[in-house]
Protein backbone atom coordinates (compact mmCIF):
# COMPACT_ATOMS: atom_id res chain seq x y z
CA UNK A 1 0.00 0.00 0.00
CA UNK A 2 1.88 3.00 -1.01
CA UNK A 3 -0.12 5.78 0.74
CA UNK A 4 0.38 3.69 4.02
CA UNK A 5 2.28 5.34 6.79
CA UNK A 6 3.47 1.67 8.37
CA UNK A 7 3.82 0.49 4.76
CA UNK A 8 6.56 3.43 4.64
CA UNK A 9 8.11 2.74 7.96
CA UNK A 10 8.42 -0.81 6.93
CA UNK A 11 10.32 0.12 3.47
CA UNK A 12 12.59 2.22 5.35
CA UNK A 13 10.62 5.59 4.03
CA UNK A 14 9.81 7.04 7.03
CA UNK A 15 12.33 6.29 10.33
CA UNK A 16 11.10 4.59 13.27
CA UNK A 17 12.57 3.60 16.31
CA UNK A 18 12.54 -0.02 15.29
CA UNK A 19 13.27 -2.70 18.70
CA UNK A 20 12.47 -6.16 16.95
CA UNK A 21 12.20 -6.99 13.38
CA UNK A 22 12.32 -10.73 11.66
CA UNK A 23 11.05 -11.27 8.22
CA UNK A 24 7.37 -10.90 8.78
CA UNK A 25 6.94 -8.62 11.85
CA UNK A 26 8.13 -5.14 12.60
CA UNK A 27 8.26 -3.50 15.91
CA UNK A 28 8.95 0.05 16.49
CA UNK A 29 7.97 2.81 19.02
CA UNK A 30 5.14 4.53 18.79
CA UNK A 31 5.65 8.29 18.29
CA UNK A 32 3.54 9.58 20.74
CA UNK A 33 3.87 6.85 23.90
CA UNK A 34 1.02 6.67 26.26
CA UNK A 35 3.30 5.17 28.93
CA UNK A 36 6.89 4.15 29.50
CA UNK A 37 6.79 1.18 27.20
CA UNK A 38 4.77 1.96 24.43
CA UNK A 39 5.84 -0.19 21.38
CA UNK A 40 3.96 -1.28 18.21
CA UNK A 41 3.99 -4.76 16.30
CA UNK A 42 3.06 -4.91 12.72
CA UNK A 43 3.44 -7.36 10.10
CA UNK A 44 5.48 -6.07 7.22
CA UNK A 45 3.00 -7.48 4.66
CA UNK A 46 -0.21 -4.73 4.74
CA UNK A 47 -3.17 -5.76 6.47
CA UNK A 48 -5.40 -3.19 6.87
CA UNK A 49 -6.93 -4.23 10.43
CA UNK A 50 -7.93 -7.23 12.87
CA UNK A 51 -11.70 -6.85 10.86
CA UNK A 52 -9.55 -8.38 7.65
CA UNK A 53 -7.89 -11.03 8.43
CA UNK A 54 -8.95 -14.78 7.47
CA UNK A 55 -8.24 -18.00 9.48
CA UNK A 56 -5.16 -18.49 7.54
CA UNK A 57 -4.17 -15.72 9.87
CA UNK A 58 -4.47 -17.83 12.82
CA UNK A 59 -0.42 -19.05 12.74
CA UNK A 60 0.75 -16.00 11.95
CA UNK A 61 -1.59 -13.41 14.68
CA UNK A 62 -0.80 -16.13 17.21
CA UNK A 63 3.06 -15.38 16.63
CA UNK A 64 2.72 -11.66 16.74
CA UNK A 65 1.50 -12.18 20.35
CA UNK A 66 4.60 -14.14 21.42
CA UNK A 67 6.38 -11.53 19.88
CA UNK A 68 4.69 -8.88 21.92
CA UNK A 69 5.54 -10.56 24.84
CA UNK A 70 9.18 -10.89 23.91
CA UNK A 71 9.47 -7.16 23.53
CA UNK A 72 7.40 -5.92 26.31
CA UNK A 73 9.87 -8.35 28.73
CA UNK A 74 13.05 -6.49 27.07
CA UNK A 75 11.87 -2.99 26.70
CA UNK A 76 11.10 -2.76 30.16
CA UNK A 77 7.69 -4.35 31.37
CA UNK A 78 8.69 -7.72 32.41
CA UNK A 79 5.79 -7.65 35.31
CA UNK A 80 3.43 -7.53 32.87
CA UNK A 81 2.20 -5.65 30.10
CA UNK A 82 -1.12 -4.65 28.52
CA UNK A 83 -1.77 -5.17 24.42
CA UNK A 84 -4.73 -2.64 22.59
CA UNK A 85 -5.59 -3.51 18.93
CA UNK A 86 -8.13 -0.78 17.77
CA UNK A 87 -9.76 -1.89 15.16
CA UNK A 88 -11.94 -0.17 12.61
CA UNK A 89 -14.34 2.87 13.58
CA UNK A 90 -15.62 2.05 16.64
CA UNK A 91 -11.99 0.56 17.88
CA UNK A 92 -11.10 4.56 16.62
CA UNK A 93 -8.29 2.70 14.46
CA UNK A 94 -6.38 6.06 13.19
CA UNK A 95 -3.61 3.89 11.20
CA UNK A 96 -5.00 1.42 8.80
CA UNK A 97 -2.50 -0.90 8.97
CA UNK A 98 -3.02 -3.31 11.53
CA UNK A 99 -0.92 -3.07 14.74
CA UNK A 100 -0.65 -4.49 18.79
CA UNK A 101 0.09 -1.83 20.77
CA UNK A 102 2.18 -3.02 23.81
CA UNK A 103 2.08 -0.48 26.74
CA UNK A 104 3.72 -0.53 30.26
CA UNK A 105 6.75 0.14 32.30
CA UNK A 106 7.81 -0.08 35.63
CA UNK A 107 3.82 0.51 37.01
CA UNK A 108 0.97 -0.92 36.79
CA UNK A 109 -0.62 1.04 33.78
CA UNK A 110 -4.14 2.28 35.18
CA UNK A 111 -7.21 1.23 34.58
CA UNK A 112 -8.72 0.64 30.99
CA UNK A 113 -7.41 3.47 28.85
CA UNK A 114 -9.83 5.47 27.11
CA UNK A 115 -7.32 6.75 24.10
CA UNK A 116 -3.50 5.82 23.63
P1 LIG B 1 -4.23 3.59 16.38
O1 LIG B 1 -5.10 4.70 16.86
O2 LIG B 1 -4.45 2.31 17.12
O3 LIG B 1 -4.35 3.43 14.87
O4 LIG B 1 -2.76 4.01 16.74
C1 LIG B 1 -1.85 4.54 15.85
C2 LIG B 1 -0.60 4.81 16.62
O5 LIG B 1 0.45 5.05 15.71
C3 LIG B 1 -0.67 6.04 17.54
O6 LIG B 1 -0.41 5.64 18.89
C4 LIG B 1 0.43 6.96 17.00
O7 LIG B 1 1.11 7.66 18.01
C5 LIG B 1 1.31 5.97 16.27
N1 LIG B 1 2.09 6.53 15.16
C6 LIG B 1 1.66 7.27 14.13
N2 LIG B 1 2.66 7.57 13.30
C7 LIG B 1 3.77 7.00 13.81
C8 LIG B 1 5.14 6.93 13.41
N3 LIG B 1 5.59 7.55 12.29
N4 LIG B 1 6.01 6.26 14.19
C9 LIG B 1 5.59 5.65 15.31
N5 LIG B 1 4.31 5.65 15.73
C10 LIG B 1 3.42 6.32 15.00
ZN1 LIG C 1 0.30 -0.77 5.28
Redesign the pocket.
Known amino acids: MSDC ?1 FCK ?1 VDGK ?1 P ?2 KVYEDDEILA ?5 P ?1 RPV ?1 V ?1 VIPKRHITSLATVTPEDAPFLGRMLTVANQIATEQGSPDGFRV ?3 TGRV ?6 HL ?1 I ?1 IVGGPDPVGPMLKR ?1
Not at 28 to 32: G, L, M, N, R, V
Not at 91 to 96: I, K, L, M
Open positions: IIISAFKDISAHLIINGQQEVPHHI
